[in-house]
């Protein structure tokens, strides 16, 4: 039999994992309290209905626990997927709570609704919609810790103040740890005026708007980290499920005879998504599903490819509903001459998550309750998932919400989640399931396809003076239940819609296209499209017209001051006009999305291969206010770096109605010798708090293509970038 | 099943596995360590590096059949404390976002510096490009790289001058 002992740092690990687990955290201060929702927060719960489907109707509450040796530790329901959150959240707990940065880590809530809410994570909302309340959350906790030692030395609360976890009395200069004061304050009653208690003036911020270090590094240097696949339960088994082949095919039967000969198979089981097959460990089961033999109920698509998808989507493209309508656009460009006209096609590819850790979920379900351990985006829709198969109350559901290896949007669908609540529930045992690399790609919930015809005019100056936006793609609103307002899936028309340019004649159109490939919020959405597309169409005018890109938009953000500013300040910092090396051109794009606006310029040359290569980005975020500087250029240069991949190399491959895309050959993703130099350049000057986790992603593949304009006098219309250069 | 011998971390282990069972998956389901990752199964992220006698390798692909008798390293015994200039390197520059395939970046670039102590920039991409990173943290990779080699350098230089000074 294998042997278990040893490795002493991972049955530490395995502790903590299950001090977490059990809950069994009761020392010390725990603060819990009512704070009210906040004017932003309706930014997430519409933010969160946007990306996870469900809404953030409940209360915030905030978790704070002063441990005795005077550690803060604080709990979030919000899902650290890379983007800094459990560090951010904590720096505004932080902040108000008057502690010492090293004296604080941060950790995932065990979801509650009741305490916390609804539990979502994505529309990059986590921190613009909690700002004020995870401050409060410091503040009423920092003053619970004052009126405790007031209390004790008998004095007016109001003659201490709170300084780096230690409460001090003026008068006196008596002195008392938060550590030594934890047990009083937890029996004091938590302030009942939500307004209370008063939050800092952003001039006494010493936490806030500094780049203090991450909290969740130290473990992912050492491999401690506890991501879902890392999960180990007493007794689990680990399960694949092999899906059908086919998009719309089903299991006809099978014969799992072979499979369950194979030593540490446990099981062959047929659950809704496919059949799986359970053992001791992942080879095991990996081993048994190379024995399984299934007959497949073929899918009614067998004619589907990219291209037939293709036509559907330019087939669609006239007959949308009107999202936009200023002035006369047919008019405006029927008057025109040929000569200042221009008519494109554009169109987008399905684009995969490929998050670095496949999807996966840990389940236990006993009688009357369930416990998941999972990488999820929402542990709420998590909740919901299991309620529905187990027959439980979610009250009787535990969700242990693990690191996630990448989330992207994907980890707020729950396929994952489902596979393991019944694999467990027909074993009776905890039950890890694990999409290989394959199986992750290929079971769908892409960003959507689409194809945009696009028609334009410039005046007699050569200025923007009609534009047509005819846009046909795949609903996500449609496929997930969600209703349109006006015919329009709002997240399809993101940044077309809202187009900031004064061109006095503006249409825009949106169809949707139904299509048997199922999709899902993909890292910034329908912005993910649009934000290349709008900017390169621009950029055609601007070639059409003799016009500078920069100049031009310029021109036409009169009335968006900080859109201006924005892309100022990225011309200036890329050289925009001055001299590049030879063989290389400088592109330029601009976007606003989730409350932020990013400006990207992009130096590239094209290699002897045909390939594109980016050499220097530099982006410029305006996102209002900035909580954690180093985390909003991270957030950037990791959008730049999802958009940058997309743009050249991204696409799900379809054939003969089965996806066909399965690994990392097939779905190129940048790499080190790859990836540009990358500048970014904050502001943030008190205007409304923008997103980060999303809006450095859309402009990249734009600046990349009008830098390819500017080299080739091409414009690139269709993506990936990569298979039109190399094919050209 | 067969029996196998391992040395993992200075440790020698002994279990029985199936011949064709990847490295991979005999470290993360049978020792334990599931600090070395599950990326592709198939070579193509090297979210599984660890060192096999020193050397970088893909222990997806790797199976322990190949591997009786040898002496692995896995990030979990890459230091007993994250006392490496790497992994200090790695907090300093704040590389990793969700950190996934960040023990395979650093078991990588510790293969590296043992073969080349001082990488240019060229050097970092070609011996680093076969890790992915889906967050883009590379810049860092290679400023944390560049930062663990000056470190290393240092203490190779004090070490050599006390030496000296001794001799």
Known sequence: MAEQSGAPSKDEVSRRSFLQISGGLGIGLVVSFFVPRSALAEIEALAAAATAGVGSGGEINAYVRIAPDGSVVLSFPKSEMGQGVLTSLAMLVAEELEVDWSKVRSEHAIANEARYGKWSTGGSSSVRANYDAFRRAGAAARELLIAAAAEQWHVAPGTCRAEKGVVIHEGSGRRLAYAALAERAAKLPAPSEPSEPKLKPRESFRVIGTDVRRLDTPAKVDGSAIFGLDVRVPGMLFAQVVRPPDLGGAVASFDARAALAVEGVRAVVEIPHGVAVVGTSFWAASSGRKQLSIVWKPGPHGALDNEAIRKLCLAAVERGATARNDGDVARAIAGAGAARKIEAVYEFPFLAHATLEPMNCTASVLADRCELWAPTQSPTSATDAAAKITGLPPEKIRVNTTLLGGGFGRRSATDFVEDAVHLSKHMKLPVQVVYTREDDMKAGLYRPVGANVLRGAVDAEGWPIAWEHRIASQSILREKGWPFKDGIDFAAVEGVRNLPYAIPNLFVSWADVEIPVSTHWWRSVGSSQNGWVTECFFDELCALGHKDPVEARTRLLAKHPRHQRVLALAAEKAGWGKPLAKGRALGVALHECFGSIVAQTAEVSLEADGQPRVHRVVCVVDCGEVVHPAGVRHQMESGITMGLSAALWGEVAIEKGRITTGNFDGYPIARIDQMPRVETFVIAEGDPMGGIGEPGTPPIAAAIGNALLKLTGKPIRRLPIGRVTRSA | ?167
């Open chain 2, 1 to 167: 099943m067969p029996a196998y011998t391992l040395t993992v971390n200075g440790e020698p282990r002994r279990f029985e596995a199936a011949a064709d069972t990847p490295l991979l998956w005999v470290l993360r389901d049978i020792l334990n360590l599931t600090g070395t990752k599950y990326g592709c199964g198939a070579g193509l992220c090297r979210a599984c590096t660890i060192h096999l006698d020193g050397e970088a390798s893909f222990s997806c692909q790797i199976p322990i059949s190949a591997a009786e008798g040898r002496r692995v390293t896995t990030i979990e015994g890459l230091s007993p404390d994250r006392s490496h200039p790497l992994q200090q390197a790695w907090i300093e520059e704040d590389v990793p976002q969700c950190g996934y395939c960040q023990p395979g970046q650093i078991m990588s670039a510790a293969a590296l510096l043992e073969r080349t102590p001082s990488p240019s920039d060229d050097q970092i991409d070609a011996f680093m490009k076969s890790n992915l990173c889906r967050c883009g943290t590379y810049n860092r990779i290679r400023s944390a790289i560049r930062r663990a080699a000056q470190s290393k350098a240092a203490t190779r230089a004090s070490a050599n001058e006390e030496a000296e000074n001794h001799g």
